[in-house]
Every structure is written in structure tokens, then in C-alpha cells.
């Protein structure tokens, strides 16, 4: 069973929720695939000196997702920038590639989950749902008020996702 998790992060904050979904993922005894969207265009010039550090080792370290990542996935958790938009350069590939595989039919089955830094996940969850997955909500965590509330909540939907993703595997 595999979990792609496909994100953008420029600063690492995105990284951050993408890494505490797989480990969700891992927990449930799943495997991962971990990609990074990547980068079009310049972006911001007004990021501080440790966020372009970590933007280099980013585009180091990560390959973008490719047709036979999202084809061999069982899941899809997309995690986004709270200013997540589908019209942005780096989605705008990605997307494209999620519609024409939605089109001919090869996503039919497949499980997905969108993951967001904050609670606008309106914009990625429709995506998401008009590309006809299988849709995992978000799962219930209780608050711990400590700032780490999103990296728990990235936590245990990835765990829920690749628990849906065997369920209906085993099918």
C-alpha cells in the first residue's frame, strides 16, 4: 500500500505538515513517496536568508511528482501553503496532470486528502473532490493550544488516509 504526498512549501513550514503526514502514513503501516512541487518563476525576493537556505536544500532534495507516482499511488494527500491557490504556476502542472488522468478514468478508486496550515481548505478540498477521489476528511484531533495543532492534525489524517487506502484495498 503507497501514499504519495505531493506539496509546495518555499519556507518549510508546508514541508513541515507534509513530513508529520507521512509519518501519519508510515504509522499506519503504509509506504511513502515524498514529492515537492517545483518551483516556476522567481517567487518572492523579500524571503529571509533562512527560508532561501531552505528553499536550496528543498529543491535539493525533493523531485516533483510525476504520472507514475500519482498512477502507483493507493492514496494522494496534497498538502498546501495557506495561500494555496489552483491557478498558481506551481499547481497549475500538477493539476493539469490530476485532470487528464480524472479524464481517461485512471484515478477511478483512488483515495485523496488535502492538507492546509490553516482552516481554508475550501479552495484544495473542492479540487480534490471534483477529481473524483475518495475523499478523507480531516480527523478529529483535540487541541493542545501549543501551536503544534496543524502538525498533529497533518499527523493523524495521514494516518486516516492510508487506514481508508487499505480498507478499501482489501476490498
Known amino acids: ?38 518551483d516556476i ?5 523579500a524571503e529571509s536568508e533562512d527560508c532561501r537556505k531552505v528553499l536550496a536544500r528543498m529543491q535539493k532534495e525533493y523531485v516533483p511528482p510525476k504520472e507514475a507516482d500519482v498512477l502507483r499511488a493507493d492514496a494522494i494527500i496534497f498538502v498546501a501553503p495557506p495561500d494555496f491557490s489552483s491557478v498558481s504556476p506551481e499547481w497549475t502542472e500538477h493539476l493539469d496532470l490530476i485532470e487528464e488522468l480524472r479524464s481517461t478514468g485512471k484515478l477511478e478508486g483512488k483515495v485523496a ?6 482552516a481554508g481548505l475550501d479552495a484544495l478540498a473542492t479540487m480534490i473532490l471534483r477529481a473524483g477521489f475518495i475523499v478523507v476528511p ?15 492534525r497533518a499527523l493523524a489524517h495521514g494516518r486516516k488516509v492510508a487506514e481508508v487506502a487499505k480498507a478499501l484495498k482489501r476490498q
Open 138 to 152: 480531516p480527523a478529529i484531533v483535540q487541541a493542545t493550544g501549543n501551536g503544534g495543532d496543524s502538525t498533529a
Open 41 to 45: 518563476g522567481d517567487g518572492p525576493s
Open 113 to 118: 486528502a488535502a492538507i492546509q496550515s490553516d
Open 1 to 38: 500500500m503507497e501514499v504519495l504526498i505531493t506539496f509546495y512549501s518555499r519556507c518549510g513550514t508546508t514541508e513541515k505538515l507534509a513530513a508529520a503526514a507521512a509519518v501519519g502514513a508510515v504509522q499506519a503501516r503504509a509506504q511513502i513517496r515524498f514529492r515537492r512541487l517545483a
